[in-house]
Nanobody
Framework: QVHLRESGGGSVQPGGSLRLSCQTSGYGSSVLCMGWFRQAPGEGRDWVAS???????MYADSVKGRVTISKDNAQNTIFLQMTNLQPDDTAMYYC?????????????????????WGQGTQVTVTA
């Protein structure tokens, strides 16, 4: 069983930055395909970014250039560094994981692709 715990959400002004963290337990980040989804109020969950077990990042077009996904296998933690945040980035951000190989991880961009989810961390961007 994989357990995921997110942290790092908060409230920022437009143009601000935040770094989200997600720590795994049960299995280490070095063997997992991991990523982030977000859900804005009244909307579905959208894929934001993910990373293969060997560290290849993938990004949604909507955040490319403003978001960086990374991980520290020694801490079993992945990070989502977000810059130039805008009100449209306001959402609950969820960490996800599964035991996908590289090719499957690169294709996994739907909520149904992941079995393991964190509880979410709220990001609010407002003036």
């Amino acid at each position: 069983q994989v357990h995921l715990r997110e942290s790092g959400g908060g409230s920022v002004q437009p143009g601000g930055s935040l770094r989200l963290s997600c720590q795994t337990s049960g299995y280490g980040s070095s063997v997992l395909c991991m990523g982030w989804f977000r859900q804005a109020p009244g909307e579905g969950r959208d894929w934001v970014a993910s990373m293969t077990s060997d560290g290849q990042p993938m990004y949604a077009d909507s955040v490319k250039g403003r978001v960086t996904i990374s991980k520290d296998n020694a801490q079993n933690t992945i990070f989502l560094q977000m810059t130039n945040l805008q009100p449209d980035d306001t959402a609950m951000y969820y960490c996800v994981a599964d035991f996908w190989d590289g090719d499957t991880c690169r294709r996994s961009r739907s909520t149904s692709d992941y079995d393991y989810w964190g509880q979410g961390t709220q990001v609010t961007v407002t003036a």
